[in-house]
């Protein structure tokens, strides 16, 4: 069975790769037949060398690509998704790629309780770098950390799906609901020729 595609899962910044949220939403990713890959971005505290070991890791030879990212890996993930976007990283010239061949584009994004309109980041949020009705966001009531009303912000200017949930930034209350969410986009993703 080939693969449906590859979902990159991004941590935040007190988390790490092997995170409960992330074992279960790539166990739902994987039993619906995709790769799934979950980079160590605990190397760094600034989102744009995240991102740019994110580019540096591409699965290029994907036929679709998913990014999930919570907190500093949803600010990532968007960051990544408009500067593939924009063109601006190519393709490694050590893989072979002809001239007709474009680079896996991001087919979508689930963003939970993204790190937007944060002090000290290079961008309040990084630019739209896809149709509104491909980006889910979901964000806890009760995020200290990030305020709801950041995402609220992002999914109007986007276009985009916002699930509101009562939780906290961690989410943790709400990994079922995050995996079926996961589980839907996922279905919508792959079936997009």
């Given at each position: 069975?080939?693969?449906?595609g590859?979902?990159i899962?991004?941590?935040?910044?007190?988390?790490g790769?092997?995170?409960?949220?992330?074992?279960?939403?790539?166990?739902?990713?994987?039993?619906?037949?995709?790769?799934?890959?979950?980079?160590?971005g605990?190397?760094?505290?600034?989102?744009?060398?995240?991102?740019?070991?994110?580019?540096?890791?591409?699965?290029?030879?994907?036929?679709?690509?998913?990014?999930?990212?919570?907190?500093?890996?949803?600010?990532?993930?968007?960051?990544?998704?408009?500067?593939?976007?924009?063109?601006?990283?190519?393709?490694?010239?050590?893989?072979?790629?002809?001239?007709?061949?474009?680079?896996?584009?991001?087919?979508?994004?689930?963003?939970?309780?993204?790190?937007?309109?944060?002090?000290?980041?290079?961008?309040?949020?990084?630019?739209?770098?896809?149709?509104?009705?491909?980006?889910?966001?979901?964000?806890?009531?009760?995020?200290?950390?990030v305020?709801?009303?950041?995402?609220q912000?992002?999914?109007?200017?986007?276009?985009?799906?916002?699930?509101?949930?009562?939780d906290?930034?961690?989410?943790?209350?709400?990994?079922?609901f995050?995996?079926?969410?996961?589980?839907?986009?996922?279905?919508?993703?792959?079936?997009?020729?």
């Amino acid at each position: 069975m080939s693969s449906a595609g590859t979902v990159i899962f991004l941590h935040g910044l007190e988390s790490g790769p092997d995170g409960l949220k992330i074992q279960k939403m790539r166990a739902t990713a994987e039993a619906m037949g995709w790769q799934t890959m979950a980079p160590d971005g605990r190397f760094s505290r600034d989102p744009v060398q995240r991102g740019e070991a994110v580019l540096a890791q591409w699965p290029w030879q994907a036929n679709r690509v998913y990014l999930v990212g919570s907190s500093l890996g949803g600010y990532v993930a968007a960051w990544v998704a408009a500067r593939l976007a924009k063109e601006i990283y190519t393709k490694p010239t050590n893989q072979a790629q002809s001239a007709s061949q474009k680079p896996a584009s991001v087919n979508g994004m689930l963003l939970l309780c993204p790190a937007f309109d944060l002090p000290g980041y290079p961008l309040d949020r990084p630019e739209q770098a896809l149709p509104g009705e491909l980006i889910q966001l979901i964000h806890g009531r009760a995020d200290t950390v990030v305020p709801l009303s950041h995402s609220q912000r992002a999914a109007q200017a986007w276009g985009a799906d916002l699930a509101e949930v009562e939780d906290d930034h961690s989410l943790h209350n709400s990994i079922a609901f995050i995996c079926e969410v996961l589980a839907q986009r996922l279905a919508c993703a792959a079936s997009i020729v």
